[in-house]
């Protein structure tokens, strides 16, 4: 089980609002975040409710001031939902697809791949099936740039998910002890 807990200010001051689960609407318990400490597990924030927009992974650990993780790779400075990251140990397997709906060339994976264009000559992936683990996508190599959480499932289009301008080139397992 996972806990988290949002702070209105800087330096876990004002009010906060624990979660210990997926919670689509952080803004109907704080006007704002501003610090974030992880007591265990993982989790997946995201920049609009409902588990929208820009995403960004958490671990166990605080994080003092919001503004600050911008140089950690975070590329908004709002956060409005939450979802917790269920603990995994098996084995990680993915197929990442060239084009909607499973097209062109295919390439499975089962650990991390810094760049997909170096690795397997593939210049985008537009859809993906993920058989087993928890997987982040980033649009620039060597795991930079944003980023996007995928559970097991087949996801046949990233552009119909509202990821239209966006090019996956490196993708990674969570391997944390979520």
Do not use: A
Not at 88 to 106: A, C, K, L, P, V
């Amino acid at each position: 089980m996972g806990k988290v807990i949002f702070y209105e200010d800087r330096n876990f001051q004002g009010r906060n609002y624990e979660c210990m689960s997926d919670c689509s609407d952080i803004s109907s318990y704080l006007g704002r975040v501003g610090s974030i400490r992880v007591e265990s597990g993982c989790f997946i924030v995201y920049e609009r409710n409902g588990f929208m927009g820009n995403q960004f992974f958490l671990r166990r650990g605080e994080y003092h001031d919001i503004q600050r993780m911008m140089s950690m790779g975070m590329m908004f400075d709002t956060i409005r939902s939450c979802r917790m990251i269920p603990s995994y140990r098996g084995s990680f397997r993915m197929r990442i697809y060239e084009r909607d709906n499973f097209g062109g060339q295919m390439y499975e994976l089962m650990d991390d791949c810094e760049s997909i264009q170096e690795r397997y000559r593939m210049s985008d992936c537009q859809s993906c099936h993920v058989m087993d683990g928890h997987w982040l996508m980033f649009e620039q190599p060597h795991y930079r740039g944003r980023m996007i959480y995928f559970r097991p499932g087949e996801y046949r289009s990233f552009r119909d998910m509202g990821f239209s301008n966006m090019r996956f080139i490196s993708m990674r397992r969570i391997t944390d002890m979520c």
